[in-house]
């Protein structure tokens, strides 16, 4: 069974930038798909960036331009570079692996504060 393991979470200003990090333990990486969501206070959880084993990359809106999704296969890891932040940004963001040989995996999530 997979395990993530996500960092890179804090407290920044507005147009600030902040690089999250999901490291998978075990083997078979790149999984099928990685995602990032987020989860604002009261608000369900929503899709921000997802990539797939082939390298295709999806964003919602309002992360295009701002946001990148990548994956270092060394590491086991995927990162969501986030820039260019705004308030409404202020979020918690979980990781989430896609594989058939697992269920949907979440990691356990980090904080993203956003001043302004």
């Known amino acids: 069974q997979v395990q993530l393991t996500e960092s890179g979470g804090g407290l920044v200003q507005a147009g600030g930038s902040l690089l999250l990090s999901c490291t998978a333990s075990g083997s078979g990486f790149p999984f099928n798909a990685m995602a990032w969501y987020r989860q604002a206070p009261g608000k369900q959880r929503d899709l921000v960036a997802r990539?797939?084993?082939?390298?295709?990359?999806g964003y919602i809106d309002s992360a295009k331009d701002r946001f990148t999704i990548s994956t270092d296969n060394a590491k086991n890891t995927v990162y969501l570079l986030m820039t260019r932040l705004t308030p409404d940004d202020t979020a918690v963001y979980y990781c989430l692996a896609e594989d058939p040989q697992f269920g949907p995996t979440w990691g356990q999530g980090t904080q993203v504060t956003v001043t302004s």
């Open positions: 990539i797939t084993r082939e390298a295709d990359i």
